[in-house]
Structure formats: C-alpha cells, structure tokens
C-alpha cells in the first residue's frame, strides 16, 4: 500500500546535476525554490562527505506518514564542528515500513554504501540533522574507473534498495569532480561569503534573521 505522494524511483537514475528545481512539496504543500551553491553553504551547519551507513524508518508525529533517519559516518568534513569518523543522524520524509510506502519526490533518498557530500542543518529540536534544500542538499559520488577520481551527481535510488551499488549509476557526458566541487565550496566558506538576502522558506530563524541583518533588511513582522 502507497501512502502518499507521486510515484517510484528507478533503482538508479541520474538527474541533471545542479539543475532548477521547483517541485511541490506533498508534506507541506510548498515549493522548493533552487539553491545557489553559496546559499547551501551558508545554511548549513556541516558540509561533508560521508558514507552512508544505515537507515531507519518511523511513523510521524501524527501516524500517517512514514519518515527515514539515516546514519551517515562522515569522511571528510569541510565546514561545521564535526570530526571525520563521527556520525550524524539525517530524518528526511517518505520510506518504507511494514509493507508501507511515503514517496515524495522532493525528499532526498539514502541508501547504505551510498558515498555522499552534503549540507545538512540541525533540526529545531534534538540532535537530528535534515539536508538543506531537500534534494539539493545531497551529492552521490561515483568513482570514475578509468581515473579513481569521484563524480559528483544526483541520483534517485528506489526506497527498495537494500545495498548501494555504483556500477549501476550512468555517468553523465559532462561531468563535475568531486574534487572541483570541494574547492568551490572551500571557496566560498573561506570568503565567509553570505548571499544577498531574499527570503528562503523553511530558512531557520535565526538564520534568516542574520542573513537580515548583514544586507540591513529590516524584519517582514
């Protein structure tokens, strides 16, 4: 039985890297408005490569949909207070639980094995994490067989999957670096660079409030 919201995944299809995202959000009934990559950096309390570890699905607050909390062991941290080999907790919606299924497209997927660079924010309360943006929030990083070198893309795995396998992923034509990704955003998080302000739902107060007061625009209240 599908709970809710649009329809399946392919095991492994890669999506347009960086590409303008404006999709609606069944949970909320929102639109998630495109992210530069200099507004993800500035969001988010860590950016780092990971490797994902686990995943755990559990029922919402109000019974109805069902949510994944994954376990990421981080490899390479490029901002935030944590510390290679540390694992972070990331709850993001849909999953799968007692032959039940939550879909949203928007939501980012994780699968155990995957290898990710992400942006994640700390949830209000407690110590769970969500990726910034949703689905822009979360890179897959495929070794390139001839190189060794990682590539970065998006993919969506299906919710079926028990185990990550990247010989399955299409490489696109064109293709980003893991390592040239790392420097644009080492870039931008040593020029402490802060976006001109405009408003981003779902922007945690406190954050929108600086990103405010750093263009000097007074308070929408």
């Not at 109805?64 to 290679?84: C, F, N, P």
């Not at 949203?104 to 949830?123: H, I, K, N, Q």
């Not at 993919?155 to 399955?168: G, I, K, M, N, Y």
């Not at 040593?190 to 976006?195: R, S």
């Amino acid at each position: 039985m599908t709970r809710a919201f649009n329809r399946l995944f392919s095991p492994l299809s890669a999506l347009a890297l960086l590409s303008v995202i404006l999709l609606p959000s069944a949970a909320t009934g929102t639109t998630m408005v495109k992210l530069q990559l200099a507004e993800l950096c500035w969001i988010a309390d860590i950016v780092a490569e990971a490797q994902v570890v686990s995943i755990e699905p559990e029922l919402a607050d109000n019974g109805v949909y069902i949510r994944t909390v994954a376990s990421l062991q981080l490899t390479h941290v490029l901002k935030g207070s944590a510390i290679e080999g540390d694992q972070v907790m990331v709850r993001e919606w849909g999953g799968r639980l007692d032959g039940e299924v939550t879909q949203m497209p928007s939501s980012p997927v994780y699968t155990p094995g995957e290898r990710v660079l992400v942006f994640l924010e700390a949830e209000t309360r407690g110590s769970l994490y969500r990726t910034v943006g949703m689905i822009q929030g979360k890179f897959t990083l495929i070794e390139e067989q001839d190189t060794g070198r990682d590539i970065v893309v998006r993919v969506a795995p299906s919710r079926t999957l028990t185990q990550f396998d990247e010989a399955a992923v299409q490489l696109p034509a064109i293709r980003r670096y893991g390592a040239d990704l790392r420097a644009l955003i080492r870039q931008d998080l040593d020029l402490g660079f802060v976006p001109a302000y405009r408003p981003i739902p779902g922007l945690p107060p406190a954050k929108d409030a600086a990103l405010r007061a750093h263009w000097g625009v007074g308070s929408s209240e």
